[in-house]
Structure formats: C-alpha cells, structure tokens
C-alpha cells in the first residue's frame, strides 16, 4: 500500500509581529508536509489556540505577555501529546534553554541571526522525530496487519465483530477490555483535507473529553470516536455539544459533517451491530438525510424528527380511514404486501422504495375508483419521486399526490400516539377508552382527541370501529369462530349490537359475509 504523507499542523506564537509575519509567509511549509494552522501573538492566546488545534510542532517566543515561552512549553508536556517545539529567542540564554531542553524541545532560532538554512535544520529535525513517533490514528487503517492489532478496539469494531478474540488481543497487548457505553461516527466529505480532519478531530476529542473519551481513530473515510464508563444521565448533554459542534464546524470551518450516534450500553454484539448499520447510515444520505442521527435499539431516527418508518405506521391506518370498508378487504392482502416492501426497501434500495411507492398509489386509486385520473397522477408522481433529494421528499410527494396532503406526525408527540395506535391494534378485544389512551400519551382526553384527528384523519371512535369491524372481517373470513366468538374477540360485548353495527358499516350482515367468502 502506497505510504502516506501526513500534514503536520503547526503553530507560531510570537509577540513580534515581522517574526510572526515572516515565518508564517516565508517558510515553505508544504515542503515539509506542514501546514499553519494557527498564529498568535501572546502566551494565553497560544494555549487556548494549542487546546483547539493540537499542533504537532509549535514554534513559540520566549518572552511574550500573559504567559511566557517556558509556562507554555510546561502546559504542553503536561498534556501529554506528542509535539516537536522549537524556541524562538532574542539571545542565547543557556540557562533557560537548558532547562527547556530537559522539557524535550527540538531546538532553538535566535532571532537576530537566523538564516532560511537554520530554520531548515530545525524543522528536518522535527519531522525525522515526528516520523520516528508519532504513530497518528489517522492512518490506522493502513498500519500493517501486524501493527494493526495493536488497536483490538479498533479491530474489533471494523473487521472481525468477534467478541472472543476481541478479549483474547486485550489480554495479549496488556490493553484493557473496554465496554463501550456510546460511540460517535463522522463521515468525512471528500473536498475535507487533512489538515481540517486533524483539527477537527482535535475539537471534537477536546469537547468529548469530560465524557471520558476511550478511543479515537480516524483515516480519509471516517472519523471513530468511543465513549465508555459514560454515565447514562450524560446523553442529552452529549447530544447537546455534538449539536453545537456540527454548528461551530459549519459556520467556522465551512465544513458539513454528518454524525451517527451509537447507544451501545456497554453491549459489545451491539456495538459492532450499530457501527456497522451507523456506516451504511452515514453513506445513505438518501434516506438518512439529517446532519445527525441517532441509533437506539435497532432502528435509526433522530428524536422528535419526521422518521419513515413512523410514516409508513401511520400510512397503514389512514388508508384503512380512507379506503370504502368493503373495497379494504377486498384488496387488504395487496395493501399489505405494498406496506411491507415499502418497509423492506428503507435504507436499501432507493430504486424499490420508489417502486413500492408508485405501486401502492396505483392500487390506492384503484381500489378507490379513480381509473381515470390514476395515469396523469402515477405519471406526475413517477417524475416528482426522480426528483427528489431525500425519500422523506419522496414520501411527501407521494402523499401529496395520492391523497392530497401529507402526514401530520406531531414533533413530541408523534412516538407517543403511534404507541396508542399499535396498543389498540394488539388489544382489539379489551375495553378501550379515549382516557385510557389519553394517559399513555399523557395528555387531556380533548387534546388526545384533536391530536389523534390530526394524525389519522378521523376521531378516536370511528376508527376504534373500523380497526373492530376490520379484525371481525379477517376472524370470519377464517371461518374458525361463531359469530357470537367474533363479536366477543373484536371487543363487542352484545352479539346483537356487533351485528347492527358490521352491516352498518359494510353493507353486509356477519352471515352474509361468511357465506359471501
């Protein structure tokens, strides 16, 4: 594999302003695979420069006000980083350059007599060192196999998913098993150059730190970063910095991330699950267009934000709402096997996503008897889904088209109410009240009310019985049940009253339908 030029990051912190111009515009730091990334003026200012950046070389004055040379070339060591320092100085103070030297620095420049050829020397000098240490986790993917497995984390998390062996390398290397609580993954645009993944990384390490940060790797695809022994109270306020971080990088750097965020809690199967899923997640932005998501469980959606698979729920209960009683059943099966493509095909496949949308728009208008406006509407929909970015613009298009408006999920209370929604689906046969539903939600009855209408496109009664008369439909079709046994399974306690009501609402008595199928 062909070897890598690394881009070393530098900083000059110098009072003297021709010094710091001159360094910063006279040197050819490119041909040394270097690049500035900060200049200063005072001794604060470069360490708060040094902590956002994390140069790798840092030329920095002596005597410079807030803080001096010696004070900053200390605060570096005790971060521990690797960093080559160099001293610029107005004379040759042995003293004190001793002193430094003990504190590892590569060497000195004095001001009134360096020439281009000393400033040579000294950065060959750090870059030789550089070469001989610095081992950056930014080509860890194209270490040697055997260097490689120095990082069983990393192994682990992007080759073998082995559990077992994960151990087994910890316990070879003399490295700690680590349970990783939360794991960040940053796609890297193609136009992000080095030396701004290096800064970014550097930011991202710095604001995460508090959290306890285990791990951090990085090459031209992916930035990984890990967090274990990571309280669970913590989450909202790393959801927080990670939010005011993509912000900062886009505003400051005129750089766009996208960010998966991986809730593994301490489980290794599921971490090696959710950063393999994250990837697929990172490079789809077709059907995970946000900047950031996050994976809980084993469904991908950022909190509060229009999630497909909630759509596609609720897709399922407006069609039964809209669709004539009758013509449902006669085609439910069809309806069926459309809505589970459509599930099937999110994150996949773009082309069956669109497939499985034109086809349910088709069977939708069919079965509501709009044959002669089905061609012009499937071909509008057909050129308007190749158009759109996202498939949450598809999905809008199709209902747009199809029905003439699009779902109305509520931003808080949209998992909440689906949840209502399901938990009638599965207890069909139990006493279900509005206030019962309501305090799921944890709402009033009224709002639950309004909320529901919002969402399913008609009121909480109505549609407890159409899911009732819709589950007798499957349970006589069956031919399984008395129709005293329906009525009680699909929650009526009167057999005469069931009755009524199913010929009421299909045209049909229970007897009918039973000999009809």
Not at 114 to 135: C, G, P, S, T
Not at 215 to 244: C, G, M, P, Q
Not at 371 to 387: G, Q, V, Y
């Amino acid at each position: 594999m062909e070897e890598r030029t690394p881009a070393y990051k530098v900083m000059i912190a110098e009072d003297e302003l021709l010094v710091r111009v001159g360094l910063n515009l006279t040197v050819p730091w490119e041909d040394y695979g270097m690049q500035v990334v900060a200049v200063v003026e005072d001794g604060v200012s470069a360490w708060e420069a040094y902590q956002i950046h994390r140069p790798n070389i840092v030329l920095t004055d002596l005597c410079m006000p807030g803080m001096d040379g010696v004070e900053l070339v200390r605060k570096i060591r005790e971060s521990g980083e690797v960093c080559e320092i160099i001293i610029i100085t107005c004379i040759e103070d042995f003293d004190t350059l001793y002193q430094l030297m003990k504190m590892g620095i590569t060497g000195y420049l004095v001001k009134a007599t360096m020439v281009q050829k000393d400033i040579d020397e000294v950065l060959k000098k750090a870059l030789n060192n550089l070469k001989d240490i610095y081992v950056s986790v930014a080509y860890t993917t194209s270490l040697p196999g055997d260097m490689r497995k120095a990082n069983p984390l990393y192994d682990f998390v992007f080759f073998h998913h082995d559990s077992d062996l994960y151990l087994s390398e910890c316990e070879k290397h003399e490295q700690y098993y680590k349970h990783i609580q939360y794991c960040i993954l940053i796609l890297w645009d193609s136009q992000v150059r080095s030396i701004l993944k290096s800064s970014i990384t550097s930011i991202f390490q710095k604001r995460l730190n508090p959290f306890r940060v285990s791990d951090v790797y990085f090459d031209d695809e992916l930035l990984f970063i890990s967090l274990a022994h990571t309280d669970e109270h913590d989450i909202n306020e790393i959801y927080l910095v990670i939010r005011e971080l993509l912000s900062y990088i886009d505003e400051v750097l005129d750089v766009k991330l996208r960010i998966v965020i991986c809730e593994t809690k301490g489980s290794d199967e599921r971490l090696a699950k959710l950063v393999n899923k994250g990837q697929i997640i990172l490079r789809n932005s077709y059907f995970y267009p946000s900047s950031l998501t996050v994976l809980q469980a084993d469904r991908p959606g950022e909190r509060g934000t229009f999630d497909l698979h909630d759509c596609i729920t609720l897709l399922q209960e407006r069609i039964l709402v809209m669709v004539p009683l009758m013509n449902y059943q006669k085609n439910k099966l069809l309806f069926s096997s459309n809505i589970d493509a459509l599930k099937e095909s999110l994150g996949i496949s773009r082309e069956k996503y669109e497939k499985s949308l034109l086809s349910l728009a088709e069977l939708y208008l069919i079965t509501i008897n709009k044959t002669e406006k089905s061609d012009d509407l499937l071909n509008h929909l057909r050129i308007s889904l190749a158009e759109a970015e996202s498939a949450k613009d598809a999905f809008m298009l199709f209902e747009t088209t199809v029905f003439g408006d699009s779902s109305c999920l509520h931003p808080i209370y949209c998992k909440e109410m689906l949840n209502t929604i399901c938990y009638i689906r599965e207890n069909i046969d139990q006493n279900i009240s509005l206030t019962d539903m309501a305090s799921m939600v944890c709402v009033s009855p009224n709002y639950y009310s309004v909320l529901f209408k919002q969402m399913v496109g008609c009121s909480f009664s109505d549609y407890l019985g159409l899911v009732r008369i819709d589950k007798a439909c499957e349970l006589i079709g069956l031919g399984e049940f008395s129709i005293q046994k329906v009525s009680t399974l699909c929650g009526f306690s009167d057999a005469s009253y069931f009755s009524r009501f199913f010929k009421q609402k299909t045209g049909l008595s229970p007897h009918q339908l039973r000999v009809a199928k």
